[in-house]
């Protein structure tokens, strides 16, 4: 076959192992000021007209380094940054889309879980994120799609180091106490009881104490969280019962919103106005179509958008009300056959930035001035990040497990258990750690006697919110 193209064709065809540094150009006279500035500047609308609709205010920040797609783990929240990844997105979960859950990290080092939706935790593994990170949760309403990984959030996050301070849930009460947040709560841990019992063998420290704060449900713009310069308010949303609401977190002069679940109501556009980044829910008016690619009656699901939902077209309706600076739509299926609808149908009415909130890994990056959004890259077999430790005062400090398995085990189950010396190979059996190696006293280590990967990786969290504090001026 090769030998029939001509020496030309074959000049120009790459030859493995052989790739030529390019040649420099013939050096010459320089063109006119006038003809590089035609170039470089013609075309583009610098401030001689708009382009486009979506990209007022929105351009990639100097310090990202890919403009095209985030990868966890290798950008820092800068001081005067609020980063937005959607954790979860959908209230069918998927692969690619776990349930809702949308993460904001901010510049002064605190992280807030706006919802836990089921697998969302996968993501936030996956995101570089360490579970002891994750220690303040607001649930807008008890649908389990926005609050099914808190069990695991719970005893996992309290396993991997959430030792020293409880886990903090918000949320709504209910119509009656036992529809409220506390009430949930308080199921939960009956739910795990096994687990938390047999977790004791563990460090635990506060790692099983959950701090539940229950709002009014009705307390409408109630201020539910007032620490650090971060406020946090809540109002309520149309959900088909009582007890859902929705969010604003203010810091540093930006804003962002999560409504949760519900129908379009007046409520939002009173407290989101002007905010900086405001997220609805959407289903897309494709009812027939949809419930043809199911296979179901239509019926159920035009019941269920007119009863709980906030339909495309109203959701546009919305945020041209509110005018904020990129308006997001998430617990949404992320189909191609939807995709372009919805975005008609947002069309309808706001004309301004807009990006879904979906799928998985979508990121958004907050300062005053610009706003950017990319998708994430979010691996498929990461490995964990370490625990995150406050190293203030100089010491990891491991609390001693407060229970041993003699507590909670029959002997003899333990003395059914294969001798080691059976199936380790000779030479190759380890010496067996069956007690926790500091017995009752909590192990006390100077931060200076761990070896330097350990300082590194367990304190990184730390170490990047003191310096962001210093240039924030806060400390
Ligand atoms: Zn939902
Ligand atoms: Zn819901």
Redesign the pocket.
Known sequence: MLKHLSAAVLSLLPIAGLAQTPVPAEVGEPSSVEDIRAALFGGVPGDRWKEGLLFEGISPHPWLNSASNWFPGTEDVQPDEMRIIFMGTS?IIRPGQMN?SILVQLGNGENFLFDAGEGSVANINASNIALNEIDKIFITHL?V??YNALPYIYVFGGWSGRWHNPLRVWGPSGRTPEYGTASMIEGMKQMVKWHTDAFSVFPVGQGHDIQVNEFDFADEGGVIYDENGVKIIHWQRSHAKDGASAYRLDWNDMCFVWTG?GRPNMRDVEYAKGCDVYVT?TQTELVEISAGVAGVPPFLARYTIDTHHTPGYAAGYVANLIQPRMFMTT?MPFDPYLNEETVAEIREHYKGPYHFGAPDGITVNVTKEQIWVREGIIPDFPNNRAPQFNFANGQLRVPAPPTTREDIQNASVRETEIDPDLYYPEGYKPELLQAWPTGNRDLIVPVDQLPPAMQEGMGDTWRKRQANRETLGLE
Do not use: V
Request: hydrophobic share 0%; net charge negative.
């Open positions: 209230p809702t649908h799609d926005h679940d829910e617990h």
